[in-house]
């Protein structure tokens, strides 16, 4: 079992009445990867996530996790698997401790174990003064992390985490992002799912991003910022023709196709800020008068608008792709 | 040492007495401490039950004869009231399916069921455990009613061990009825819808039936359905079982053998709902 990937999935398709959330979906996760799948609002990565957690089945294609059908052996991928949703799934009621309790006895766990278990990791995830009051008096992040720490107790070999961070305030973030790296630090194999690129070039070593259903990019954080072409340099003028001139001025310095909208040009470049320094001296050579200039990290809009190719067929309708998605921004 | 390392658990337990069984007393416990969080809940639904026996044995009482006894209009006051408080014991028990409808239900539109659903546990433990939980919660109820009963001036006539016998066929009623209520709960779309459709069985059921008036004082049509109706056949065992008036009784196979009807008809309805309930929650996702 050991030598089959942790996840492995090919494929895949699910279909909710007449729409498409999953449409010939592949995926492989080595053991001990961490692997970020990026997408908009809708892109299927719950739908995904679902699937391979047993929760749903696909309609068509084939998935295994550590070895394992995941419609025919359903109960060894529950063995293998710890899964934090999208919404936190802890009883209100209980207290954090109870819920720890419920959760390892229904893993079948000894009573002994569950225990010291319980205790360590209310420890670690900060909730050793909270582990006896009831999950309704607890903030977000709170929840968040109980949440985690129950599908930890049972030490899964592989983690699924639905859009971990969502809802959360900065520091709960920040401390969400810890604890993940924790773990990956010790060896779990975790499937992540976000809608941030930030996020998935913190907490992934390896991401695939998804659009409707199916896979349209992957790579590490570094080779789908190349593919984007990284940072965007965006640089107005005083009028259309001026911006005209201002793109073949540069040529030298970015390193993509210029998008000119109006009196602005937006461009991709490598090369961090000292672009900047050669955008300006090159401009200043043709003697075009800036009237603003900037650096701009690449940001998920820009990921899909150059991996979709919106772009390149209306550049005029260049915000539209994305607020169409939907695509919450921070 | 990192607590959140991973690896294999060290320590797995062996099944005892079979996994579902386990698991579905883990559910119950969960279900039964949910009950002892929210007291005001608890609190009203012990209300409710006490309130008709105070209605019917200050207000009504009396109002309706029980052919066969009671002489003078006292007697006949005080027979009613030995006659109603089995009714009102078996209308409890069946209105108990409510709580698992809307339990139910809520526990379908929480998060929590995705992570019992991605637990390698028993697929029918979450509704073991709730049928099992809202069996247990009745013993509360029967002993709050109970007491009222007695002093209304309900008596046990005929001992200790027919009355213990009375109430546990109530129960295993009440445990007969959660799993039909469990099974609506899976079956409505929503906690809202679930309150009503909770219930909405449970008035003609129980109202067909000998709880508040005797069978013999219905028209004739409706004699046979309210003697093959089990919550009938319930009330007169516990009736018997009490020592408690059960009036003149029409000849009908389940009421001549009222405590045996009762508890085949119970594990028919189990025999029935409880795979339905499974199969319905095998497939829900959750909503
Ligand atoms: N239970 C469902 N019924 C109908 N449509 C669904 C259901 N779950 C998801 N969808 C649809 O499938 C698509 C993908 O959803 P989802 O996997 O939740 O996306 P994401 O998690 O990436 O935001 C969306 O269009 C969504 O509306
Ligand atoms: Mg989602």
């Known amino acids: 079992m050991s030598d089959k990937p942790a996840v492995y999935a090919e494929g895949i398709t699910r279909i909710f009445g007449d729409v498409k959330a999953l449409d010939g979906m592949d995926l492989v996760v080595q053991r001990g990867q961490v692997v970020g ?50 919404y936190a799934a802890v009883d209100e009621y209980l207290t954090g401790r109870e819920n720890l309790r419920m959760f390892g006895d229904l893993f079948h766990l000894t009573p002994k174990y569950v225990k010291a278990r319980s205790e360590e990791l209310l420890t670690s995830f900060d909730l050793d003064d909270a582990a006896d009051r009831s999950v309704r008096t607890y903030s977000g992040g709170m929840r968040r992390r109980l949440d985690l720490a129950a599908s930890l107790i049972a030490r899964p070999e592989i983690l699924f985490l639905d859009e971990p961070t969502t809802g959360l305030d900065p520091r709960s973030r920040l401390g969400m992002w810890q604890v993940i790296n924790d773990l990956v630090a010790d060896g779990t194999t975790v499937l992540l799912t976000t809608q941030y690129l930030e996020e998935a070039d913190q907490l992934a070593q390896d991401i695939v991003v998804i659009d409707h259903g199916h896979v349209i990019a992957h790579g590490t954080a570094e080779q789908l910022k190349d593919q984007i072409g990284g940072d965007r340099i965006e640089v107005t003028v005083h009028d259309a023709a001026t911006a005209e001139r201002a793109a073949r001025a540069m040529e030298s310095v970015i390193s993509g196709h210029p998008l000119i909208e109006g009196n602005k040009i937006s461009a991709p470049v490598s090369g961090g800020s000292m672009v900047l320094v ?37 550049e005029t309708q260049r915000p539209e792709p994305t607020r169409r998605r939907g695509v919450r921004r921070r | 040492m990192s607590a959140i390392t991973v690896g294999r658990p060290v320590a797995l337990r062996r099944p005892i007495y079979g996994w579902a069984l386990h698991d579905g007393f883990v559910v119950a416990r969960r279900n039964l401490i949910q009950t002892l969080r929210v007291p005001e809940l608890l609190f009203f639904s012990l209300v409710q039950p006490v309130i008709f026996v105070l209605l019917f044995a200050y207000v009504f009482g009396g109002a309706i004869p029980i052919p066969g006894d009671g002489a003078s209009s006292a007697d006949a006051a005080n027979a009613y009231r030995q ?30 069921i995705d992570r019992f659903r991605a637990l390698p546990m028993s697929p029918s433990a979450v509704l073991l455990g709730r049928t099992f939980a809202d069996a247990v919660r009745q013993i509360l109820v029967l002993a709050v009613l109970s007491i009222t009963g007695l002093l209304v001036g309900w008596r046990i006539n005929n001992g200790l061990f027919s009355a213990l016998l009375a109430y546990a066929l109530l129960l295993f009623f009440a445990y007969t009825v959660a799993w039909v209520g469990a099974w609506i709960g899976l079956s409505v779309p929503n906690p809202e819808t679930a309150n ?16 508040f008036v005797p069978i013999s004082s219905m028209p004739d049509w409706l004699q046979p359905i309210a003697a093959y109706n089990p919550i009938s056949t319930l009330v007169l065992s516990t009736r018997e079982l009490f020592g408690n008036p059960t009036g003149i009784q029409p000849h009908y196979w389940s009421l001549d053998h009222a405590a045996l009807y009762t508890l085949i008809s119970c594990a028919v309805l189990i025999g029935i709902f409880a795979p339905l309930a499974v199969r319905k929650y095998r497939n829900a996702t959750s909503r």
């Open chain 1, 278 to 314: 050669g955008a300006i001296r090159a401009l200043d050579l043709e003697q075009i008068e800036i009237t603003d200039i900037m650096l701009r990290r690449p940001t998920l809009d820009d990921v899909f608008m150059s991996l979709t190719g919106h772009l390149a067929e209306d």
């Open chain 2, 196 to 211: 009503t459709a909770g219930l909405a069985w449970l008035f003609p059921l129980t109202f067909l039936s000998n709880a």
């Open chain 1, 37 to 86: 799948l990026l997408g908009p609002n809708g892109a299927g990565k719950t739908t995904m996530v679902r699937i391979l957690s047993t929760l749903l089945k696909p309609t068509g294609g084939h998935a295994e996790v550590a070895g394992f059908d995941v419609v025919k052996q359903a109960n060894q991928v529950r063995r293998m698997i710890g899964l934090t949703g999208q």
């Open chain 2, 83 to 112: 006659y109603l408080m089995p009714g009102i014991f078996g209308q409890t028990v069946a209105f108990a399916a409510a709580a698992s409808t809307v339990g139910l239900a809520e526990d379908m539109s929480r998060g929590i």
